[in-house]
Nanobody, 121 residues
């Protein structure tokens, strides 16, 4: 029942910036956690950045200090601000959300279709 739609990807030169957006079709206040994954050709999908319901964030070491994850509950949007981009950041980036679906605490996972980020001169 929840759709996640990513946007903001594109081609950028090394050192440039992009802001990815993940728009949810309903309120995200009941999401226990949301994050951004990325996958490059021939590589495993990896978690890049994560934010939980309390606002705590985690980042993969390679993006610390360069990427910032945030969430706007009023607009039902999650963002990933990416600065000082490097060629190794090139990948398809996916929005993920874990949604609480019962009072007992059961959850369900949702994925967006991804947005391509290419860092190249």
């Amino acid at each position: 029942q929840v759709q996640l739609v990513e946007s903001g990807g594109g081609l950028v030169q090394p050192g440039g910036s992009l802001r990815l957006s993940c728009a949810a079709s309903r309120s995200i206040i009941n999401f226990s956690g949301m994050g951004w994954y990325r996958q490059a050709p021939g590589k495993q999908r990896e978690l890049v950045a994560y934010i939980n319901s309390g606002g705590n964030t985690n980042y993969i070491d390679s993006v610390k200090g360069r990427f910032t994850i945030s969430r706007d509950n009023a607009e039902n949007i999650m963002y990933l601000q990416m600065n000082s981009l490097k060629p190794e950041d090139t990948a398809r980036y996916y929005c993920h959300a874990r949604f609480v679906v019962s009072v007992e605490g059961a959850t369900r996972d949702y994925w967006g279709q991804g947005t391509q980020v290419t860092v190249s001169s």
